[in-house]
Nanobody
Framework: VQLQASGGGLVQAGGSLRLSCAAS????????IGWFRQAPGEEREFVAA????????YYADSLKGRCTISRDNANNTVYLQMNSLKPEDTGVYYC?????????????????WGQGTQLTVSS
């Protein structure tokens, strides 16, 4: 599975952005998808995850109420809508796929990773 993350950019604090993750597989519905982010000098951390159907999801505490993860299985794409952005949201955002219908919050559960997309939130 190859993943392509896109949609990052420079946004002012309080703004919104939608990240996309496109997957190259005919069996996208067999994969749960997670988003992780990494700030300079920091560990890569969990952001959000969605199950194969899109009906189950989970968010990091720091992002609850500010972001929504969704997926379009017909187009092999997962989206991460982020609102009320803060400077501390700055980092490289990675999408990852696990060959499981149920998502995980653990980084090592995800075998396939995209290249990352940079999000910078200015104050």
């Amino acid at each position: 599975v190859q993943l392509q993350a896109s949609g990052g950019g420079l946004v002012q604090a309080g703004g919104s952005l939608r990240l996309s993750c496109a997957a190259s597989t005919r069996t996208f519905f067999n994969y749960s998808i997670g988003w992780f982010r990494q700030a300079p000098g920091e560990e890569r951390e969990f952001v959000a995850a969605v199950s194969w159907s899109g009906r189950a999801n989970y968010y990091a505490d720091s992002l609850k109420g500010r972001c929504t993860i969704s997926r379009d299985n017909a187009n092999n794409t997962v989206y991460l809508q982020m609102n009320s952005l803060k400077p501390e949201d700055t980092g490289v955002y990675y999408c990852a796929a696990a060959h499981s219908r149920h998502f995980s919050l653990v980084r090592k559960a995800y075998r396939y990773w995209g290249q990352g997309t940079q999000l910078t939130v200015s104050s």
